[in-house]
């Protein structure tokens, strides 16, 4: 009898790991590969010839397939806001590599039920998107679906290869530091269930019109999970101060899950301080509503798309200055552990506790 392992026992991200680790680059034109926000390709001479040149201009490269029922659920989720949305994932990717991006496919499977005024709306988002941070679309692919909507989106991005930021290069005494406020989009998301619950608890042929979502003072939270803004403001908010982090990534799955991952990738270990996390009022009275801790939510809700990110620690009177940018921790040794500091003073192993669909 063969053995069988079950894909919930990796997870998404070990599952990758598992599929890749014999993977090896055969040209010299891809300088980074998987493991990061997006991959790295040039197609400058002096890559091909082996040279080095630290002004070499390189191409940015990553995807995203979203799915109907595993990632959005239409019940609540407007058209147009999926495809705002589904393009500000993949440009966000880029940004966390301290790229510009530029270019954009979409492709789609699309099932019956659909019509060409609903796929108008999806791509008008789409576009709003791509007008707002000045990336063209420039292809894609349609299909038909047994299974709903699939969409799937490739972004291009440029830079210069001594200005790309890896996960991999943080260090020992360096600050980590986020962008913007965290948990909000997990409160947005906890709002739309809840409203979609009460929605399927009606009964009788008036349902629709007495279901009536109770959302007043909670726009922020709906609007950061509904119409997240990934954050190119921060990339040239930090360009202009002078600072280039030594790591960095975007929060998607949740704090505790990418700085793990950037421990991981930079073999390192870290101490992030409760106090510090920077969490909306609106924020901490709503997961107080719901009997949830705002730190949880901070730690692990996802779908934020601030930056997260180290600097040297030289970069500390800067950094500080800057607007909406919050230190909460520092990189430490890979022996000490990746730990949370509470307001008491007590440590606990950070946990990767953040969405992952192909956990069990």
Known sequence: MNNRTEISTLGEFGLIRHLTADIKPQNASTLKGIGDDCAVVTTDLCAKSGEKDENLGCTLMTTDLLLEGVHFDLTYVPLKHLGYKAAMVNISDIYAMNGKPTQLTVSLGVSKRFSVEDLEQLYQGIKLACKNHGVDIVGGDTTSSLTGLTISITCLGQANKDDIVYRSGAKDTDLVCVSGDLGAAYMGLQLLEREKAVFNQQTGKDAETQAQPDFQGKEYLLERQLKPE?????????????????????????????????????????????????????????????????????????????????????????VSQLEGIHIIGHIQREELGALLVTRDGAEYPLQAQGWNHLQA
Request: some cysteine; hydrophobic content about 35%; glycine content about 8%.
């Open 230 to 318: 990934a954050r190119g403001d921060v990339v040239s908010q930090l360009r202009e101060a002078g600072i280039k982090p030594t790591a960095m990534i975007d929060i998607s799955d949740g704090l505790s899950s990418e700085l793990l991952h950037i421990c991981h990738e930079s073999h390192c270990g870290c101490s992030i301080y409760e106090d510090r996390l920077p969490i909306d009022y609106q924020t901490s009275i709503q997961a107080e509503q719901f009997g949830i801790s705002p730190v949880t939510c901070a730690l692990n809700g996802g779908e934020d798309y601030e930056l997260l990110f180290t600097v040297a620690l030289k970069d500390y009177e800067r």
